[in-house]
């Protein structure tokens, strides 16, 4: 079958352009993925690369660049793939009219392939205008991409995990685990040691970055490497510097009031009120001194859900990255 090649912007690529190439692979024994960019692009070139690597790791994935957007129906495109590909080009796949010419100039038989996009109606324009619209069309790699993150911190049993969880389940989970829960129930007995608390954020960001790929537009998160930092305040007397480096603030938080009734768990340290409004005033100043975005949720349980939707909702009619350039 020979070598084959097909030609993008892939600004973002989506399960159309994924069941494009998967059929490539069936027409080809090599297949060479031009990927075509421009300065004026609203996604890097690079970030692009990185999830077309990622999707099709059998495939060749060459990046052109130049300082204005070439049509992907310009002519010019047998010389710059000739001069990117001196291999023989045997087929070229797509799913366009401009095809035709294109593979003619390479001396290659052209493969069109669901030209009206059928099967898969969603274009690039339409996502980059409004992902959140189109999130099944979003392959997982690409939706950290648009992805907004929502994280709930604040005292122990003010009802984190469980409003995580429920804000998951309406708008879209899973959910972020807070990952210090686990590693407390295992660890062995005895003062915590500095090293833990990077453990723990060791732990709770790789959880993010897969579940990232596998939530909706809203990325919900119960704890993060901030209020790590507070636990740290609280467990060692002392902060963290270097462990406060490694917070990546979310697009917002949602800060819990200590003002709920305590519940006893065995993986809970600081029963106490004045421990709790402690622990609430270190997670407002840290949140200050970070100048970090976050909403304010108090009341009783019926309460904070209502707030907390109210934010989520806010989030849902701004997608993030949402931008307008050409295909």
Same mark, same amino acid.
């Given at each position: ?92 796949? *797509?799913? #366009? ?6 593979? &003619?100039? %390479?001396? !290659? /038989?052209? $493969? ?41 911190? *604040?005292? #122990? ?6 409003? &995580?969880? %429920?804000? !998951? /389940?309406? $708008? ?53 490497? %901030? ?101």
């Amino acid at each position: 079958m020979g070598n084959g090649v097909i030609l993008g912007r892939f600004m973002p690529p989506h399960e159309g352009h994924v069941a494009l190439v998967r059929t490539a692979t069936y027409l080809v024994d090599r297949l060479t993925i031009i990927l075509a960019c421009a300065d004026s692009d609203p996604i890097p070139a690079g970030v692009r690369r990185d999830w077309m690597e990622s999707l099709f790791p059998r495939a060749r994935v060459v990046v052109h660049c130049t300082p204005d957007p070439i049509p992907t129906d310009s002519p010019e495109w047998a010389g710059i793939i000739h001069a990117l590909h001196p291999e023989p080009v045997h087929r070229v796949i *797509g799913s #366009e009219a401009y095809l035709v010419p294109l593979a &003619a100039a %390479l001396g !290659a /038989q052209h $493969f069109i392939l669901d030209p009206m996009w059928m099967a898969f109606p969603a274009n690039s324009t339409e996502i980059r205008a409004n992902p959140f619209a189109h999130w099944q069309s979003l392959p997982s790699h690409v939706r950290p991409w648009y992805q907004k993150r929502l994280t709930i911190v *604040g005292p #122990e049993s003010t009802g984190k995990s469980y409003l &995580a969880d %429920l804000l !998951a /389940q309406e $708008f879209g989970g899973p959910y972020v685990p807070e990952y210090g829960r686990p590693y407390e129930k295992y660890r062995a007995p005895g003062d915590y040691r500095p090293e833990e608390l990077h453990y723990i954020v060791d732990g709770h960001v790789a959880h993010r970055k897969t579940l990232s790929m596998m939530a909706g537009p809203i990325l919900f998160e119960d704890t993060d490497p %901030l209020l790590t930092a507070v636990w740290a305040e609280m467990l060692l007397g002392h902060s963290l510097p270097d462990l406060e480096a490694r917070i990546d603030l979310p697009d917002h938080y949602l800060l819990l009031d200590a003002n709920t009734p305590w519940e006893e768990d065995p993986l809970r340290y600081y029963a106490k009120q004045e421990l709790r409004l402690k622990f609430f005033d270190k997670t407002k100043a840290k949140l200050d001194a970070f100048d970090a975005p976050y909403t304010l949720i108090s009341g009783s349980f019926a309460e904070r859900e209502a707030q907390a939707r109210a934010v989520v909702t806010k989030m849902m009619k701004t997608p993030k990255g949402a931008a307008d350039a050409p295909e």
